[in-house]
C-alpha cells in the first residue's frame, strides 16, 4: 500500500513558492530532486527489508504536518546541562536560533554558520559537502529531510583546531508536527571536537527527522555524543553518515532512553588507511517502545579497526532491533572489524530482533561478532538477595550496571553524570 | 535459634532431604559433613531461601519465626547469612555500592539511617585487614576476575561487614591453599561470640583444625544420620564415609 503523499506534495510547493531569492541558489535544483525521490520512495512499509522489524508505517499512518519554522516561537526553553561550559548552538523546528545560542571557544564562531546562511550565500564549500554521503535516492527519511530541511547547522573546523570546549546542538521541538533538522559538520586535518546531540520536545506526539553528515580529515578526531531522553511519546528518526580520511578517529555513543519510536541509522566509510571508530550504543525500552539501531561500517581501505558495542534493555512490551553490517572490501587488508551486542529481556512480553551482518571480500582480516539476549542472571539476583538486598533493587542494580558499562563511553564527565542520574530515576536507585 | 524439623525438600521431583532434623542454639559451631550429593548445600541453599527448591515438609524456625515465609532479602535482615560456595561475579557492580547497598538495607529494615561514608569506610578498611584483602579489590566490579582465594575472603569479609546472627558456610575451604584457610578460618573465628551461631558445611577434616566445631553431623541420603562432637570428624577423616554408608544401609 503506497501512502498518499499529497500532503507533502503541497506542503513542498507552498514552500518552494515562498522561496524567492533562493530559486538561485544551489539549494534549490537539490530540494526539487529530493523531494522527486520521496516521492517515489514514500514512508517504508514492513515490507522493506531495512525497516522489517519496526513499524514506521505506524507512526505515519496520518502524515505529521511539517513543522513551519518561519514563525520564531516565544517559549521558554527547558536548559540542557546549563552547568557544563560549551558553544551551545539551538535550532528550533529545524532553524538557527542565534538569541538562545552561545560560543565560548575563541574563534568558534568563525567556523559556525547556518545552514540557511549558508544556501542564501551559494556559498560553494557547503555544497562540497552536502547531500554527499545520504542517499536520497535509497533513504527515505533522507530524501524527506533534504526536501524540506530549511536551516541547520553547519560546523566547518578548519586544520589543527580543537575548540577547547564541547559543542552542544540542541534541536527543540515545538509542537505536534515533523521537523527536519540537519548538521554538516567537517573537522579539518589534526583538529578534534566533541559534539553532544540532544532533541527537546515540547510537546508528546512530535516528530523529528535528522539528516547529519560528518566529514573527518586526515587525523581528525570526533566524540559525539547523541541524547535521545526525552520521556515522552515521540518518533525520532536519525541518520548519521560519517566519512573518515586517514588516521581520523570516530567515537560514538548513542544514548536511547525515551518513548515510542527510535530509528537511529549510523554508517561509517573508511576513505584512507589507518581509521578507527568506535560505535557504542545503550537503549532502554519500557512500555511499547521500539527502538531500532542500524549500524554500517564499511571497510574501504587497509589496516583500518571498527568496534562496535550496543547494549539494550527491554522491559513491558518493548522491542528492539539491531542491524550491524560489516562490509570488508578487497582493498581492506588487514582489517580488524569488532561487533557486539548484549540484551537483557527484563519481560516476558519484551522482545528484541539482532542481527549481525558481515561481508568479508578481503583474506587478511580479523573479524567478529556476537549477540546475546537474556534474562537477568538469577543466580546473581539470589546471591544479592541473600545480603539483603531486595530481587526489585536486585535486578534495579543489575540492570544499572549493564547500562553503565556504555555510559562510561561517553568522552564527557558531565554527560555521564547526566546520563547516570536518569537511569538511577528509571531504576528508582540511589548510590 | 534455629530449628529445623523433618524437613523435606525436592528438586524437579527428585527427593533432596528428607525429614531432616537439626537444631543450633546461639554461641555454637555445628560441621555438617557428608559424601557429594547427600544434600548439604541444598541445606545451606534452603535455609538462605532459594526458590527453586520445593519443601514438600517440616518447617524451618529461626529465632521463633517460621524462615520458609520469608523472602532471602527479609532473612538476611534477620542475620541469616550464607557464604557461596561459587561466589557469583556481578559485571559492573562495585564492591563499594554493593557492599553499601546490603549495609543500607539492611540498615533500613531495622528502621536505621543509612551508614555514614565515614564510619563506612572504616569499618570496611578495618574488615579488609581481617581478611587480609587488597584495599584495592574495593574500587572493582564484585567478585569479578577474583582468584578462587580473594573470593572466599570476599564472602568472609561481606560475613564480618553485615555481622549475621546464623552465618552458614558452604564449602568455604574447597580450593583454598593453607595459608588462605587460615585466614579465613582466623576470621570466622574473630567474629564468634556467645551470640551468633555457624553452621560450617564441608568434606574435609581439615577446616575443622582452624574452626573448632561443637558438633558434628554427617548429613547421607538427605537425613542427617550421625551427630557427635569433633572427634566423629577424626574419625571419619581416617575411615571415610564407607563405614557410615553400611551402618545406615545395614
Given at each position: ?15 518552494e ?14 530540494r ?16 522493506h ?29 527547558p ?39 549558508a ?42 583546531f ?31 571536537a ?8 515540547m ?6 527527522n535528522a ?73 532502554f ?15 574501504r ?16 512490551k ?15 587488508q ?15 512480553n519484551?522482545g528484541?530482533n ?16 556476537g ?13 544479592l ?25 561517553i ?21 | 535459634?534455629?530449628e ?5 525438600v525436592?528438586?524437579?521431583?527428585h ?9 543450633v ?25 532459594r526458590d ?7 518447617k524451618i524456625e529461626?529465632q ?21 560456595q561459587?561466589?557469583v ?23 536505621q ?52 546472627k ?22 570466622v ?16 577434616q ?5 574452626i573448632?566445631?561443637?558438633y558434628?553431623?554427617i ?32
Open positions: 500500500m503506497t501512502k498518499d503523499l499529497t500532503p507533502y506534495i503541497t506542503a513542498f510547493d507552498l514552500m513558492q515562498n522561496m524567492n531569492g533562493l530559486k538561485n541558489s544551489s539549494i534549490y535544483p537539490l526539487l530532486k529530493a523531494m522527486a525521490e520521496f516521492e517515489k520512495l514514500g514512508i517504508p512499509s514492513n515490507r527489508e531495512e525497516w522489517k522489524y519496526i513499524k514506521v508505517s505506524r507512526f505515519f499512518k496520518e502524515l505529521p504536518a511539517i513543522a513551519n519554522p518561519t514563525i520564531e516561537p516565544s517559549i521558554d526553553l536548559e540542557f546541562l546549563p552547568s557544563l561550559k560549551a558553544n551551545r548552538i539551538v535550532c528550533i523546528d529545524g532553524v538557527y536560533s542565534e538569541k538562545n545560542s552561545s560560543f565560548i571557544d575563541e574563534g568558534f564562531n568563525s567556523y559556525f554558520r547556518s545552514l540557511q546562511h544556501y542564501n550565500a551559494n556559498d560553494p564549500i557547503v555544497f562540497n559537502y552536502l547531500n554527499k554521503l545520504l542517499k536520497i535516492e535509497e533513504q527515505h527519511f533522507a530524501a524527506l529531510n533534504m526536501a524540506f530541511a530549511q536551516d541547520g547547522v553547519f560546523i566547518h573546523l578548519p586544520d589543527n580543537s575548540p577547547d570546549f564541547p559543542i552542544i546542538i540542541v534541536n527543540v521541538v515545538t509542537g505536534k508536527h515533523l521537523v527536519n533538522s540537519r548538521n554538516l559538520v567537517v573537522i579539518g586535518e589534526s583538529s578534534s566533541q559534539i553532544i546531540e540532544k532533541v527537546i520536545s510537546e508528546d506526539s512530535a516528530y523529528h539528516a547529519t553528515e560528518i566529514y573527518l580529515q586526515e587525523n581528525a578526531k570526533l566524540h559525539h555524543t547523541v541524547i535521545q531522553d526525552e520521556r515522552k511519546d515521540l518518533c525520532l528518526i536519525n541518520n548519521t553518515e560519517v566519512l573518515q580520511k586517514r588516521d581520523s578517529q570516530y567515537n560514538a555513543v548513542t544514548v536511547s532512553l525515551n518513548g515510542s519510536l527510535i530509528r537511529n541509522n549510523l554508517h561509517v566509510r573508511y576513505d584512507g588507511e589507518n581509521c578507527d571508530c568506535h560505535l557504542n550504543g545503550l537503549y525500552g519500557r512500555s511499547s517502545d521500539l527502538i531500532d539501531n542500524h549500524i554500517l561500517v564499511d571497510h581501505k587497509p589496516n583500518c579497526t571498527s568496534n562496535q558495542l550496543y547494549k539494550g534493555l527491554l522491559d513491558d518493548s522491542e528492539g532491533v539491531f542491524n550491524g553490517k560489516i562490509f570488508v572490501r578487497e582493498d581492506a588487514k582489517t580488524n572489524a569488532f561487533q557486539s551486542n548484549q540484551n537483557i529481556l527484563l519481560s516476558d519484551a528484541i539482532t542481527k549481525p551482518q558481515l561481508e568479508i571480500f578481503a583474506d587478511d582480516v580479523k573479524c567478529s561478532h549477540a546475546t539476549s537474556g534474562q537477568l542472571n538469577d543466580e546473581a539476583l539470589f546471591y538477595q541473600t545480603r539483603g538486598i531486595s530481587k526489585e533493587r536486585a535486578k534495579a542494580l543489575v540492570s544499572y550496571a549493564f547500562a553503565n558499562e556504555i555510559v562510561e563511553k568522552e564527557n564527565e558531565s554527560v555521564q553524570n547526566y546520563v547516570r542520574e536518569i537511569l538511577l530515576d528509571l531504576f528508582e536507585l540511589t548510590l | 535459634m534455629l529445623i524439623k523433618n524437613l523435606s525436592s528438586i524437579d521431583g527427593s533432596i532431604l528428607d525429614n531432616l532434623n537439626l537444631s542454639k546461639p554461641g555454637e559451631v555445628h560441621a555438617i559433613m557428608g559424601p557429594n550429593g547427600s544434600g548439604k548445600s541444598t541445606l545451606a541453599s534452603v535455609i538462605a531461601g527453586e527448591y520445593d519443601v514438600n515438609g517440616g529461626y521463633g519465626e517460621d524462615l520458609l515465609d520469608l523472602d532471602p532479602h527479609e532473612r538476611a535482615h534477620k542475620g541469616v547469612f550464607l557464604a557461596f561459587y561466589p561475579e556481578i559485571p559492573g557492580v562495585s564492591m563499594t555500592n554493593f557492599m553499601k547497598a546490603a549495609i543500607n538495607e539492611k540498615r533500613k529494615a531495622l528502621g539511617d543509612p551508614v555514614v561514608a565515614k564510619d563506612f569506610l572504616k569499618m570496611i578498611k578495618e574488615k579488609m585487614a581481617l581478611v587480609k584483602m587488597d584495599p584495592k579489590l574495593m574500587s572493582r566490579s564484585l567478585n569479578e576476575g577474583f582468584s578462587g582465594g580473594e573470593k572466599k575472603r570476599n564472602e568472609i569479609l561481606q560475613m564480618a561487614m553485615l555481622e549475621p546464623l552465618a552458614i558456610m558452604d564449602e568455604t575451604d574447597s580450593g583454598l591453599d593453607i595459608d588462605a584457610l587460615r585466614i579465613v578460618a582466623n576470621g573465628n574473630s567474629l564468634r561470640t556467645s551470640e551468633n551461631a555457624f553452621v560450617v558445611i564441608t568434606h574435609y581439615r577446616l575443622l583444625d582452624y573448632v566445631p561443637d558434628v553431623h548429613l547421607y541420603n538427605g537425613q542427617i544420620v550421625k551427630s557427635g562432637d569433633k572427634s566423629l570428624a577424626l574419625e571419619l577423616d581416617d575411615k571415610g564415609y564407607e563405614w557410615v554408608k553400611e551402618e545406615v544401609n545395614a
